[in-house]
Nanobody, 116 residues
Framework: QVQLVESGGGLVQAGGSLRLSCAAS????????MGWFRQAPGKEREFVAT????????YYADSVKGRFTISRDNAKNTVYLQMNSLKPEDTAVYYC?????????WGQGTQVTVSS
């Protein structure tokens, strides 16, 4: 009932920045939160950041705290992930998700590659 469209992935050098976007469409009137996960080759999917839709409260994984910033535009049903001071270990497929009506929906994922 909710579709997610991601953009902004790509190749960047270590120390550089990248901004990911994820727009939700469909049955979006009951969104509780949106967030980001990532999965590196050979590793399990891990939590990155989340933001509550009403109040805008945020929570980050320790590995990205101070470097990544999550934000949202309620009118556009869009969540962003500003990634600064990128490291090679940030290389992964980044997945957007949305919590709505007690269900979780996922985007297709976007590749982020950080070169040394």
């Amino acid at each position: 009932q909710v579709q997610l469209v991601e953009s902004g992935g790509g190749l960047v050098q270590a120390g550089g920045s990248l901004r990911l976007s994820c727009a939700a469409s469909g049955r979006t009137f009951s969104i509780y939160a949106m967030g980001w996960f990532r999965q590196a080759p050979g590793k399990e999917r891990e939590f990155v950041a989340t933001i509550r839709w009403s109040g805008g409260s945020t929570y980050y994984a320790d590995s990205v705290k101070g470097r990544f910033t999550i934000s949202r535009d309620n009118a556009k049903n869009t969540v962003y992930l500003q990634m600064n001071s990128l490291k090679p270990e940030d290389t992964a497929v980044y997945y957007c998700n949305v919590n709505s009506d007690s269900r979780v929906y996922w985007g297709q994922g976007t590749q982020v590659t950080v070169s040394s």
